[in-house]
């Protein structure tokens, strides 16, 4: 049996990617679902969101804080922390609060062959003082993620939100339509 030239044993694969990525089907780079509104970003914003972390996170052990974060905030936050990158992992990030769930989109670029659209719904709850974020449902275009990666996605993000989480216990946590309203005590 002749072996095929390498050039032709990779046309193959890069052919059919390609056919997902710009065919019909289009399933690499289906647009993510968007906002119900219009989420702007702004340094100001980021600025504040720092700031007010920053305060809650400082203080008396004992203290309570609520802390109240918008859609506009936590985006523009996200989206200063990966503009520090050379080459960021995601662009055009937009977090939104609803329906009780926290809601992600960007596009994924410089980790697949091709950059693509993602999208992520995410639920969250209190246990024992920390906050569990639960990713149940994310996709890479029309391409949806295998329950297997949504939890280990889901334990990356609790082990993240945990280390952010330095010397307060959360005892209430609640997600409403723009904003979630995070209630603690500082240790």
Known sequence: MQKRPLAVRLTVPLLALLVLACGPCNLLSTSAPTPPHPIVVSTESAEQLESRLGEN???AAGQQFILRVTDAEITSLL??????????PVKEPQIWFTKGKIHGSGRVTNILPIESDFFVVASARIEGGKVIVVVEEASAGAVPVPAGALETLSQSLSQTVEELQLG???TA???????????????
């Open 57 to 59: 996170l400082r203080g």
């Open 79 to 88: 989206a200063a922390k990966l503009a520090q990158y050379d080459q960021p």
């Open 168 to 170: 307060v216990e959360v």
């Open 173 to 187: 946590l609640e997600i409403l339509e723009g904003e979630a309203i995070i209630q603690g005590i500082r240790e």
